[in-house]
């Protein structure tokens, strides 16, 4: 059978075996332990998972990380851990039939940083969720993340970063048509970043609530 990627896929298989081979260990593992040898698998996974990426093998890649996020758990290198998830996240969102595992490699690292108090980038990475979803239609998850994703902003004064996650909130809340939301969502970050022009969003809203076929003329125009 012929592999996209020919060599490197196979050698990616064989790092696959050997580091499979480090993690089952035997006696001696047993009684020295297994760090080194985890470790060593860790450093093998990383290597197949990067000639996965070269072919675009976008799913083995993921994989390949993702076990790798695991075995640094075994390690309690939880930082680690929480960059393993977030590679394992970019190759998986590549594959269009894994984006519920890549969502919930990025749910892994998001953990991970808010245990670690690592709230900012656990922000941007319910924003990539969010936008992850909302390429896929999915805009009930998009606002949830979008707005998970700003009040973490929020926490770290981060106003600038927040509003743009907010936006996405509103935005997606009148295509829910949630215009209550949308409106309110609209004027919150109009009064707190000063934007006059956002508070003609919110009433061009208002508007919409009570004639939702204008919306998407509407949504054309949102910058």
Known sequence: MAFP??????????????A??????????AVFGSGN????????????????????????????????AEVQLEL????????????????YKQDDGASGTAVECLN???ELHINNGRFTQAAKFHKE??????????????VEHFQQGGEYYKTEDQTS???????RVAVLSAELQNYSMAIDVFEQVASSSLDVALLKWSV????????????????????
């Open 108 to 110: 892994q690292a998001i």
């Open 76 to 91: 309690n290198d939880k930082f680690a851990a929480a960059a393993s998830f977030q590679a394992a996240f970019q190759a």
């Open 5 to 18: 990627g020919g060599g490197g896929v196979q050698e990616a298989e064989e790092l696959i075996v050997k």
């Open 161 to 167: 970063s927040a509003n743009q996650c907010f936006l």
């Open 129 to 142: 969720a969010g936008e992850l979803f909302e390429k896929e239609l999915n805009y009930a998850k998009a």
């Open 204 to 223: 061009k809203v208002r508007a919409c609530a009570r004639h939702p076929c204008i919306w998407p003329i509407h949504l054309h125009a949102f910058p």
């Open 37 to 68: 040898k985890k470790e060593e698998a860790c450093d093998l996974l990383t290597e197949a998972a990067n000639k996965f990426k070269i072919a675009k093998l976008w799913a083995r890649c993921g994989g390949c990380h993702k076990r790798v």
């Open 20 to 29: 499979d081979k480090k993690l089952k260990g035997g006696f001696m593992t």
